[in-house]
């Protein structure tokens, strides 16, 4: 049986303190039909020179030559459409250069997508580094709706969900600016393409959980940010969900609104 050939996509900025060990991490992976590719958005602390030092063989590298929006949730996405242009992979794995995966995590993915050609879409739940390797299983979102969507650096898809994600996204793609690029993929796999799976392993290592500071929980742009959630399912699927019924979506704009008041 032919293997996938896999692309894993590294997307970088400022993280030179980190970035041998994620790179090292994909390089080293059990499964070996992989190429890397590396997105350097306009680094300023030595990445760089640290990436100069991959043979071209082993590292595809390529840096932003456009201008930041510096939007955080529009140039992560714009990084990732740039690598995956130029991946050769059928199967695309995603990860922030401060994160790193486990030595069996492709191969673990890589059965899945064997055994179901159904499953376009598959994310892995995350361990804590800075805490000594904690695990952390499978959660439920804060509120109902949501199933749990894992950040970037735990999402694997086939290529060809993606060319039909673009399609489906390209009028707005770049509209609700503070909704992340891997909430949109979940949600345009689990709702859509009904095509998500969640692998209940730890098999990615997470630098820091959580949100920062400008989004804490319960916060107004965490509120906001959901909100434009909602919007932005609507938009790919009118059908998935419908706004004027969903306690889920009533709640967040009720309290979206009241925030806004004392804001």
């Known amino acids: 049986m032919n293997e996938y050939f896999v692309s894993i996509l590294i997307l970088n900025f400022n993280n030179a303190k980190f970035l041998n ?6 390089l080293n992976q059990s ?16 990445s760089i020179e640290i990436l100069k030092k ?24 714009n990084g990732y459409y740039n690598l995956i242009k ?25 059965k899945i ?6 499953i376009n879409f598959i994310q892995d739940l995350p361990a804590l580094y800075a805490k000594r390797k904690q695990k952390i299983g499978n959660l439920n979102n804060v509120l109902s709706f949501w199933p749990y969507l894992a950040p970037e650096s735990f999402i694997s898809f086939r290529k060809k969900f ?33 095509s998500f799976y969640s692998l209940n392993k730890n098999l990615t290592f997470y630098k ?17 940010r959901r909100l434009n959630s909602f919007y932005y399912l609507k938009k790919i699927d009118h059908y ?19 925030l806004k008041c004392f804001k």
């Open 54 to 77: 991959y043979k071209k063989k082993k590292l595809k590298v390529f840096y932003n030559n456009s201008r930041k929006t510096n939007i955080a949730a529009i140039d992560a996405k």
């Open 21 to 26: 060990r994620s790179i090292k991490s994909c």
């Open 162 to 194: 993606f060319i039909n994600f673009k399609k489906k996204n390209k009028n707005f793609e770049n509209n609700f600016k503070d909704v992340w690029f891997g909430f949109r993929l979940g949600v345009f796999a689990y709702f859509k393409d009904k």
């Open 240 to 258: 998935a969900i419908n706004l004027n019924f969903n306690f889920d979506y009533l709640l967040t704009k009720i309290i979206s609104t009241i």
């Open 86 to 110: 130029f991946s050769k992979g059928k199967i695309i794995f995603l990860l922030d250069s401060d994160d790193f995966y486990k030595k069996n995590k492709v191969k673990e993915f890589i």
């Open 31 to 46: 499964y070996k039909k992989i190429e890397v590719l590396v997105y350097d958005d306009k680094s300023t602390d030595g």
């Open 208 to 224: 820091s959980y959580g949100e920062s500071k400008k989004y804490a929980l319960f916060n107004l742009n965490w509120f906001s």
């Open 113 to 118: 997508y064997k055994k179901n050609n159904q």
